[in-house]
């Protein structure tokens, strides 16, 4: 979480001002300088003669906080350590030297801290947020649940441990409570766009793109050079069955982030339903020939070769998928489509029974390996959720399909889907 890291280096109160008023102490302070000036600065107060215990702590702070805007953690605790020294008793001085270990990649060590700092000053709320985002962090979601709670208790109007504590509930699959955490947030904080944000995927993994949608336009207007923003919002798109407006966000999600797996897959998909065939085979082949090509654009490839009719591209690229990813199911389900076009009956209910293997609980997948001639029982068929434009589509195409009912396939699948796949290459 960004708050903990812009909020937990500012001191509890406004600290005494240094007895001595010279310059370098004042720039060393300056936080509209560039780190590295006040580094200088803090540095050269540092050496004058006759420094108070609390001018030294106040200067060593202030450049343990310049040395980790710079990065470098290392040396910010060193600060820390000597800071708190002379000043054992000062929660905000192990708070602070918590998150400058949490910067250093070792939230174990910052728990240390936390416990310090509640235990000098249990009354205050952010020790116990800031232990909770490390124990977030470590796994311990109970346990960060538990402080986020404390934390509250302690200072009920501040948005940002709610976006906490909505962060560990939406890690943990409980999404209407993250929800819930979310909205508590925005009632107190409406400017905050992170959880905003973050209740905006929450709505879209709870299959509700149409609320996702306006929260997504919202955070957009002030953010638009993030990709995964655009990425989410052509999700909620596309789960609209609104295509060719997914595409757009796609494309931008791509332009900012051009090696971006999740992007180009989620492009060619979005073009395959809007109906245009041809972008979706040249949005995935440039991904085909790259050093670490990944078994799913392999298998995406295969799919959109064979709808443009490159049947020797599609076996090239499905074998590659295969090889990568041999336990891959839905790479076994478009070999047997490409073994059934060829002929091979054999061939194709071989990788139909692999295919079922692998993905038991794909129904997609399923209704192909039933289709390709493997053994199948309709009543241990998965069903599809119907939650969603796009999803009602596809589980109409499913049921179609295993069916046998190729018509009604072609005509209620959306063509970036598996389903509908097979039913226009089965005739």
């Not at 010279?22 to 420094?51: F, G, I, K, N, Y």
């Not at 060593?60 to 820390?80: Q, T, V």
Request: glycine share 6%; net charge negative.
């Amino acid at each position: 979480m960004i708050y903990r890291f812009l909020v937990l280096f500012a001191m509890l109160a406004a600290s005494p001002a240094l007895a001595a008023s010279d310059s370098e102490a004042r720039l060393c302070r300056d936080l509209r300088l560039e780190p590295p000036l006040r580094v200088e600065a803090c540095a050269r107060a540092l050496a004058a003669p006759d420094l108070t215990t609390r001018e030294q702590v106040e200067l060593l702070s202030a450049r343990a906080r310049a040395l980790d805007d710079l990065g470098d953690y290392k040396r910010a605790i060193a600060d820390y350590d000597s800071a708190i020294v002379l000043a054992p008793d000062d929660p905000v001085l192990h708070l602070n030297r918590g998150v400058a270990k949490i910067h250093d990649g070792r939230p174990t060590d910052a728990i240390a801290d936390y416990d310090t700092a509640i235990r000098l000053k249990p009354s205050w709320h952010l020790p116990y947020f800031d232990r909770a985002v490390a124990l977030g962090d470590l796994g311990q979601r109970a346990a960060a649940l538990k402080d986020y709670e404390r934390a509250i208790q302690r200072k009920p109007d501040d948005a940002w441990i709610y976006v906490g504590q909505g962060d560990v509930l939406a890690a943990s699959g409980d999404l209407e409570r993250a929800l819930a955490s979310y909205d508590k947030a925005l009632a107190l904080r409406a400017d905050l766009d992170d959880p905003r944000a973050k209740r905006a995927s929450v709505l879209l993994r709870l299959d509700r793109p149409a609320e996702a949608l306006p929260e997504f336009d919202h955070v957009l207007a002030t953010h638009p050079s993030k990709p995964h923003l655009w990425q989410a919002r052509g999700e909620a798109k596309f789960q609209l069955a609104l295509y060719a407006d997914a595409v757009a966000d796609f494309e931008r999600a791509l332009d900012l982030a051009r090696q971006d797996g999740d992007a180009r897959r989620a492009l060619a998909r979005a073009q395959l339903g809007a109906g245009d065939v041809e972008g979706a085979w040249q949005t995935m082949s440039p991904s085909f020939d790259a050093p670490r090509a990944e078994a799913a654009d392999l298998v995406l490839g295969a799919m959109v070769a064979m709808l443009t009719n490159r049947a020797s591209a599609a076996d090239g690229l499905v074998h590659r998928a295969i090889d990568l990813k041999p336990g891959e199911g839905t790479a076994q389900a478009v070999l047997a489509l490409t073994l059934q076009r060829q002929g091979d009956a054999e061939g194709a209910r071989n990788a139909a029974e692999l295919a079922a293997a692998f993905a038991p609980q794909d129904a997609q997948v399923a209704a192909v390996a039933k289709l390709a001639g493997a053994k199948m029982d309709d009543a241990s068929l998965p069903r599809l959720p119907r939650t969603t434009p796009a999803k009602v589509a596809l589980a109409d195409c499913v049921v179609s399909l295993a069916a046998g009912d190729l018509g009604t396939a072609r005509t209620a699948g959306p063509g970036w889907s598996l389903c509908h796949l097979a039913a226009v290459l089965t005739r």
